[in-house]
């Protein structure tokens, strides 16, 4: 998978993936990283510790959730990769 400035081969290691839910009602969290400065750090703690990868969910899949509009899903996930951008190398 080739990347802005990188590439990553699937080949050649193992690779791990972070996952940050930013949702009220996450429930894996509790919704611990529904703030953006939480989730920022939470990110950055992810990368820090090997991830090469971030699924930043911004719906909730918890048994019973009502499904939110993508216009609420991008509100939730755009401001975390825009903090982001920029922090990751």
């Known amino acids: 998978m080739k990347l ?6 699937f080949n050649s290691k193992t690779e ?3 996952v940050v839910n930013i ?7 509790g919704g611990k990283f529904y703030d953006l400065e939480a989730a920022t750090e ?3 703690e992810l990368v820090e510790s090997g991830a090469s990868f971030i699924d930043i969910g ?4 918890r048994p019973s959730s009502k499904p ?8 939730r996930i755009l401001p975390l990769i825009k903090a982001i951008k920029g922090k990751l190398q």
């Open 4 to 9: 802005k400035d990188r590439k990553i081969l």
């Open 16 to 18: 791990l993936m972070g």
């Open 23 to 29: 949702t009220p009602d996450s429930f894996y969290d």
């Open 42 to 44: 939470r990110v950055m």
């Open 58 to 61: 911004g719906e909730s899949t």
């Open 68 to 75: 939110v509009s993508e216009k609420e899903e991008l509100d």
